[in-house]
């Protein structure tokens, strides 16, 4: 199966930016679209963005929309996503999947899952 291993969370001010990377295993990362979720305390886990298989369809929940880009490197087997502009309601556990397509924006779509990164925005 695919393993996922998000890295790059941490404690930033309001304003900053962030870039947050999730490294794949195995040599079937490229036949998986991947996504990015995000899920506050008490809250349910949410869609942030996706990316196709070949990279050339993307996908944002209008939240984070102009203001975040999704990207990846299928030679390295790794996904990212940069957060512009952060606000304290970004603050949230992030998390990258995998999944069998980026048109989709539930949780129920992805089949991988990694551990998450902790981002804390403060004001």
């Known amino acids: 199966q695919v393993q996922l291993v998000e890295s790059g969370g941490g404690l930033v001010q309001a304003g900053d930016s962030l870039r947050l990377s999730c490294a794949a295993s195995?040599?079937?990362?490229?036949?998986?679209?991947m996504a990015w979720f995000r899920q506050a305390p008490g809250k349910e886990r949410e869609f942030v963005a996706a990316i196709s298989t070949s990279g050339a369809f993307t996908n944002y929940a209008d939240s984070v929309k102009g203001r975040c880009t999704i990207s990846r490197d299928n030679a390295k087997n790794t996904v990212d996503l940069k957060l512009n502009s952060l606000k304290p309601e970004d603050t949230a556990v992030y998390y990258c999947a995998a999944g069998g397509s980026a048109w989709y924006d539930d949780t129920k779509r992805y089949d991988y899952w990694g551990q998450g990164t902790q981002v804390t925005v403060s004001s």
């Open positions: 195995g040599r079937t990362f490229t036949r998986y679209a």
